[in-house]
C-alpha cells in the first residue's frame, strides 16, 4: 500500500533512501534545513568526490569498527561495485586511482548531484529546503520555516540527520537534544575523519607545511593502508590519515598517546633502496 513517508535530511543517506522508497511507490518527502540539499557532497566534489574503494571485498566490509556486522546486510545490498553502476546510470562514469579509492572521471560532484535530483523529480520525489525540524507534538513533526511553523503528518519518518562535522553545511548535530528529550539514548559524537596535531619542530613547521606526501603506508591499531596525506602547519592531515583517524583517536583517549608507523617507500627492499641511492 502506498504510504506517505517524511525524510529529514537532504545530504546522500536521505537522497538514496527518498530513491529506494519512492521506487517502491511511496509518496516522499525530503525536508532540509539548508537552502539547497547535498551541500557536504559537493564540498567533497572540491577534492573530486572519493565516492568508494576499489579494494577486495571481503576487506572493505571490515572498515567499520564496532558497526562491522550491523553494517554488513546493508553494504552487500550497495556494494562499491554496485555504486559505479548506480554512478554510471546518472551519467557519471568513474575510475580507480592508484590508492584504490574511486572517483568520478570529471573530478567533481555536481554533474551527479544535479542528474541524482533530477531522477528523484521523475520518481515524484518533494523536496523541502530551508525546513528545519524542531521536534515533535505527539506523532506530528514539526518545522521551522521562512513562512513560519509548519506542522506535518506522515505514516513514517526517517531520520538522516547528519553528524557535527561542519555546521555551515548543516552538519549541526541539532537534532541531538530533541531526540534526548524523546528519551532516545544517543552514542555522543565524536571526531572520525579529521586530521591530527604533531610536535613538529619550527625548522620542520616552516619547511615542509603544505606539503604532500605521496605513495606511503600508514599503520596504527587500524591495520595496513596506502594513499597520500598532506603536512599541514603543526599536524597531518588528508584521506590516509582520515583512514586511521578512529583508531588514532581511541587511543589518545584511552593511552593519552598515539602512534602512526610510516613506510616511505613500500615495496622496495634496502637493497633496491641501496642501489636507488
Known sequence: MKKSLAIIGGGPAGLMAAEHLAGKGHRVTVYDAMPTVGRKFLLAGKSGLNI???????????????ANDRLRPVLDLMTPEAIRVWAADLG??????????????????????????????????????RHRWT?????????????????????????????????????????????????????????????????????????????????????SAAGTTQGEFVISKGGIEGS????????????????????LSLDLTPGRTTEKLAVDL
Open 135 to 219: 521536534g515533535f507534538d505527539g506523532d506530528v513533526l514539526l518545522f521551522e520555516t521562512p513562512d513560519g511553523q509548519k506542522r506535518v503528518t506522515a505514516d513514517a519518518t526517517l531520520l538522516a540527520l547528519g553528524g557535527a562535522s561542519w555546521p555551515k553545511l548543516g552538519s549541526d548535530a541539532a537534532w541531538v537534544p530533541l531526540l534526548k528529550a524523546e528519551g532516545i539514548e544517543i552514542t555522543p559524537l565524536r571526531p572520525a575523519n579529521c586530521g591530527f596535531d604533531c610536535d613538529f619542530s619550527e625548522h620542520f613547521d616552516t619547511r615542509f607545511s603544505g606539503q604532500p606526501v605521496k605513495s606511503v603506508k600508514a599503520t
Open 52 to 66: 568508494t574503494h576499489a579494494e577486495d571485498y571481503a576487506r572493505f566490509v571490515t572498515r567499520y569498527g564496532e
Open 92 to 129: 557519471t562514469e568513474t575510475f580507480v586511482g592508484s590508492s584504490g579509492r574511486v572517483f568520478p572521471k570529471v573530478m567533481k560532484a555536481s554533474p551527479l548531484l544535479r542528474a541524482w535530483l533530477k531522477w528523484l523529480e521523475g520518481l515524484g520525489v518533494t523536496i523541502l529546503t
Open 240 to 259: 590516509l590519515i582520515y583512514a586511521h583517524s578512529a583508531a588514532l583517536r581511541d587511543a589518545l583517549d584511552r593511552d593519552g598517546h598515539a602512534a
